[in-house]
């Protein structure tokens, strides 16, 4: 994120030389005014969108709300403009998160169609409305003044624009590269991976929906006071629509990505609405028409937007995750019980599950002490990751019971079940692919940490982002990868990405750690470190309750075996009488066994 501010930086101090040049026509002054306020409106659906996943098409009512918030404090109620700032961030910060509670919980195409609904409510209302001056609007409103100084248009709203918008990319590249960013983040790589760290993923949602709305706020309140009158039609669905585009077409998932589309489609769109009518004998919004081919051209052939494509052409270098190396060590012990210790660390009893007719788990009963290593194992379909999900409460069980140190776990989600120290990996991965492995690996730290979204974008956070990255270190050298950390977790082999997966149930310090197929993907030496790994981490108290298909590497490693067929327990026994109990050879192992 560094580099990203860094040439941020340099592009708006370029940019800020603007108005000192000889003879620069104020239109171009406009079209640069006009480009930042779009390009603060596409950060926000960098955000929103690129980083956490979430389609909008009601950002344009944002504006709205903090142009419509300035507009009649300023020309009802004789506030000065700046002291509206606030109070138009507030505001729309309180509107959003209860839109966003509302909406965010509806799934696929429903969320976006609600965005638009919300959009154009918003537009009839503020158009019937005697308080919104109906579709005349309210004209009157004065222009920004600081200290004395007046931002009334030209040169000086120009440079009050960049600068906001230069804070806003700091804060945001800020907030993106904290913990509440990599919470964000997280969203990509799946809900459930999320969730069995701790992450509460719908307040990560509404805050990358909050913060989308502040920043278009902003925008909207700079608006009203530059074009000193107001009505609903910069706010239509029409113009969430081009703002979309911008973020879209500049390359969604960067920051970058939100300046390069506003500057390109205002640029564009303000020269075709002189070309267009001149070329055809006529006017009318052909430019609309224009931008639809080119949005389907660049979906078709440039999908992450053309920030990308920029990046690769000057060379640009892979960024380096914030913080310094640490020598590869072991992580401190964990919060398992002592080895040995008498009472169970993990207690399944008669746990069931059933998908209608289906029973996927029946009557299953095992333990799992601290300090023991248990295989689960048995035929493809038997009823093991349903199991591991029913455990770490990614689904529901139908009955039985579930204790971990102390509490019933039946019926809690997975992110209040992280705390007590269950970490597991996945049967198919799931990592963030945009992010690097250092990043992936500290998702794992989530719950170590504390700092808060304004301690992120403030930058106020680094001494704990400090400690997560080393925990995320540490991890990584547990696993043999001390030298992946920077490598995008979706260049990995997949056998590699396994163990970024351990490395990042290893960076919560669990008291019981569940691995779901580790070994699948790895070659006979990397079997053989995991499997020193393993044995490190059972010494040091933590239990692990594996599923492998390898049964050499089970056999060796594991202290008790518990056998599925069907849904149900077979058979349970130390290695060696599982391999001699002739219902798992006829089930599972086979007679080569």
């Not at 509490?407 to 963030?432: D, M, N, Y």
């Not at 992936?440 to 974008?457: E, F, K, Q, Y």
Request: aromatic share 8%.
């Amino acid at each position: 994120m560094r580099s990203t501010q860094v040439a941020a930086l340099l592009a708006f101090a370029l940019a800020a030389l603007l108005p000192m040049l000889p003879g620069v026509p104020a239109y171009w002054l406009t079209l640069g005014s006009l480009i930042g306020l779009s390009a603060m409106v596409a950060l926000g659906i960098v955000v929103l969108t690129g980083v956490a996943g979430v389609v909008s098409f009601g950002q344009a009512m944002f504006v709205g709300f903090g142009a419509y918030t300035t507009a009649i404090l300023t020309t009802r109620y004789g506030w000065p403009p700046l002291a509206t700032l606030p109070v138009a961030v507030l505001l729309t910060g309180l509107l959003a998160w209860g839109i966003g509670a509302i909406t965010l919980r509806l799934k696929g195409h429903y969320l976006p169609v609600a965005t638009i609904a919300w959009n154009i409510s918003f537009f009839y209302l503020t158009g019937g409305l005697d308080a919104f001056g109906r579709f005349d609007g309210i004209s009157g409103i004065p222009p920004i003044t600081i200290a004395g100084l007046s931002f009334a248009g030209g040169a000086s709203f120009y440079l009050l624009t960049l600068a906001i918008l230069a804070l806003m990319v700091v804060a945001t590249a800020n907030l993106l590269d904290s913990r509440a960013g990599r919470a964000i983040r997280a969203l990509r790589g799946g809900v459930l991976a999320a969730e069995s760290f701790g992450i509460d993923t719908g307040r990560a949602r509404i805050l990358a929906f909050v913060y989308a709305a502040v920043l278009a706020a902003i925008s909207g309140w700079l608006y009203a006071h530059f074009q000193r009158a107001i009505n609903p039609t910069p706010f239509s669905v029409t113009v969430s629509i081009d703002y979309l585009l911008m973020a879209v077409a500049g390359g969604v998932g960067q920051i970058g990505g939100a300046l390069v589309g506003a500057g390109l489609v205002t640029l564009v769109r303000d020269k075709l609405q002189d070309v267009l009518p001149a070329l055809l004998g006529t006017a009318g919004n052909f430019e609309s028409i224009v931008f639809g081919f080119a949005l389907i051209l660049i979906l078709q052939f440039a999908p992450e937007g053309l920030w990308p494509h920029l990046r690769r052409w000057v060379g640009r270098r892979p960024e380096a995750p914030a913080g310094s190396p640490v020598a590869a060590a072991p992580s401190p012990p964990p919060a398992g019980a002592p080895a040995g210790a008498p009472a169970p660390l993990l207690s399944v009893v008669h746990l069931r599950k059933t998908f209608g007719g289906l029973v996927a788990v029946d009557d299953l009963t095992f333990r799992v002490g601290a300090g023991e290593i248990v295989g689960l194992i048995g035929p493809n379909g038997a009823g093991k990751s349903t199991s591991f999900n029913l455990i770490t409460g990614m689904l529901p069980a139908n009955g039985g019971s579930i204790g971990f140190r102390g509490e019933e776990l039946r019926g809690w989600p997975a992110r209040r079940i992280a705390p007590l120290g269950l970490a597991r990996t996945f049967q198919h991965v799931k990592l963030v692919d945009g992010m690097s492995v250092l990043d992936n690996v500290a998702i794992g730290a989530h719950l170590h940490g504390r700092a808060g979204p304004v301690a992120g974008a403030l930058r106020l956070d680094r001494a704990e982002e400090a400690r997560l990255f080393a925990r995320a270190r540490a991890a990584l050298a547990r696993v043999g990868l001390p030298g992946a950390g920077d490598t995008v977790a979706g260049e990995l082999p997949l056998g590699q990405q396994r163990l970024v997966e351990i490395a990042r149930a290893l960076a919560l310090e669990p008291a019981l750690l569940l691995l779901d197929e580790p070994a699948a993907g790895l070659r006979h030496a990397e079997k053989q470190a995991l499997a020193g790994l393993l044995r490190a981490v059972r010494a040091s108290g933590v239990g692990v309750l594996l599923v492998e298909h390898d049964m050499d590497f089970v056999m060796e490693l594991t202290d008790r075996l518990v056998v599925m067929n069907f849904g149900a327990e077979l058979a349970q026994g130390r290695p060696a009488e599982i391999q001699a109990n002739p219902a798992v050879v006829e089930a599972y192992l086979g007679s080569a066994a």
